[in-house]
């Protein structure tokens, strides 16, 4: 029991921490040999941060965007996007360092499959240039003059790979598809995340949760409280009903996982991830068998229940090898931070070093059970059995 909080308590501690963000901080930020920006906001991701003044007078806004945590050969753009939340219609500012020398232009977005050429945007751009601290920091200085209306407008911010000195496609994942948001000039206010794009990335954070702890650990959870506390006779039947307890939350929060996921996929059809979505339809499937199969099972001394176990438990540690390999799958798509996979292979490595242990611990139960079992056939001693039988109830 001890370690079935110990788990639930791990899960906790990782929702809790779903919400953090970044500590670094603009307030704190210097340049130098430059004017003081009047007003600046961290960006929610990506290390971002902008800093700005703003002209009511001529709707001028002398800006700063600078991106912490890139190397020399990653491209980085901010952008207005005056037309959509998103990255289509994006008027965005670029800049990578190509040839030793800092390049900055200006690139309207039309399409997801832009290659982020040279252009004029939409409202004027009297300057722009970049620089890179030399370590891992670019910064984007520039004048925009605001399209007409109100002062809050939508941006967007990005980084991504260069081959050479051509920008290539972003990561389309995590915090690459998270900085979006709103940001008024005049007042500061921001607000980050972009209505349906933000509840996309909450669903599928929701998603990840609801399948990590369900079939990610509860199901492996529910296997070793069968395979070990079967042999401790003192927890019999009590083994059996905590084994379907468990299967069975897991598998109705991992149904609702898995229901997330399919409207997931179908708010998406422009991208697929197949192998995915064919072990989380397969693991459906089985999962489905298994509870159907402990309703149909056999009574104990039935001549079928020994063909009934066997398909139990080869469907039982197949649904489990499947889930951990999609649970790390889901990892790689949903991209979080690190500390996330960190965390649950913690909690994998700590439900197998417990399965370990108890497996070595049952062998010497049984072989020290057997051996009292011998003896006390042979007429040795007639209570040593029992009573052996009686101290593994532990
Ligand atoms: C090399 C050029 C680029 C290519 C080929 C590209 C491609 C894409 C694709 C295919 C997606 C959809 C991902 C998904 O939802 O599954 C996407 C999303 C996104 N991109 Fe880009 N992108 C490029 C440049 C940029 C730039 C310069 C910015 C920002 C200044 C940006 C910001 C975003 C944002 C915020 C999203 C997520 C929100 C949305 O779906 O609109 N991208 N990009
Ligand atoms: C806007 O006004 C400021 C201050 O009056 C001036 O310095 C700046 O050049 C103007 N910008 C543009 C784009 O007209
Ligand atoms: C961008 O604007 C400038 C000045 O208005 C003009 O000379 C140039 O041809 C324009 N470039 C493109 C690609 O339209």
């Known amino acids: 029991m001890a370690m079935f909080f110990r788990t639930i308590l791990c899960f906790f501690v990782l929702i809790s921490l779903v919400f953090t963000t ?4 603009c307030r704190s930020h210097t340049f130098a040999n430059r004017i003081p920006y009047s007003a600046c906001n961290d960006l929610s991701v990506l290390n971002s941060f902008l ?19 890139v190397s020399a050969t990653r491209w980085v753009a901010w952008a207005i996007n005056p037309t959509a939340r998103g990255m289509v219609g ?6 990578f360092q190509s040839g030793g020398r800092m390049e900055a232009y200006t690139s309207p977005i039309n399409s997801f499959q832009t290659s982020l050429a040279r252009g004029n945007l939409s409202f004027p751009v009297p300057t722009i240039s970049a620089e890179f601290n030399g370590a891992n920091e670019i910064t984007i200085f520039a004048t925009i003059v605001l399209p007409p209306g109100s002062t809050t407008v939508n941006q967007v911010w990005q980084e991504g790979p260069l081959t050479g000195s051509t920008p290539g496609i972003h990561p389309t994942t995590g915090a690459n598809i998270q900085s979006i948001g709103t940001i008024d000039f005049q007042s500061g206010q921001t607000s980050s995340g972009g209505g349906a794009a933000n509840s996309r990335v909450k669903r599928r954070n929701v998603h ?21 506390l079967k042999v401790a006779k003192a927890a019999n039947p009590a083994w059996f009903y905590l084994h379907i307890a468990c299967q069975t939350s897991a598998y109705a929060v991992g149904v609702a996982g898995w229901a997330t996921g399919l409207k997931l996929g179908s708010d998406s059809p422009g991208i697929q991830y197949d192998s995915h979505r064919n072990l989380g339809i397969a693991l459906f499937v089985l999962g489905t068998l298994q509870v159907f199969a402990l309703l149909l099972r056999p009574k104990p001394d039935h001549k079928f229940r020994f063909y009934w176990n066997i398909y139990h438990h080869a469907t039982g540690y197949l649904v ?9 799958k889901g990892f790689d798509i949903l991209d979080p931070e690190k ?5 649950y292979t913690g909690v994998l490595v700590t439900l197998a070093v417990i399965a370990v242990l108890l497996e070595t611990f049952t062998w010497i139960v049984v072989i020290k059970r057997k051996k009292n079992e011998d003896k006390s056939h042979h007429g040795a001693n007639g209570m040593n059995g029992y009573g052996a039988r009686h101290q593994q109830g532990v």
């Not at 994006?90 to 800049?95: D, F, K």
């Open 51 to 69: 800093h700005w003044n703003y002209i009511a007078e001529n709707r001028t806004v002398n800006l700063a965007y600078r991106h912490a945590g």
């Open 320 to 328: 489990i090898i499947l889930s951990v390999v999609n649970v790390y």
């Open 90 to 95: 994006s008027q965005a500012l670029v800049a």
């Open 22 to 25: 970044s500590a670094q901080n």
């Open 339 to 343: 500390k996330w996979k960190r965390i």
């Open 208 to 228: 990840g949760v609801l399948n990590a702890v369900s079939w990610g650990t509860l199901m492996p959870l529910g296997a070793i409280i069968a395979r070990y």
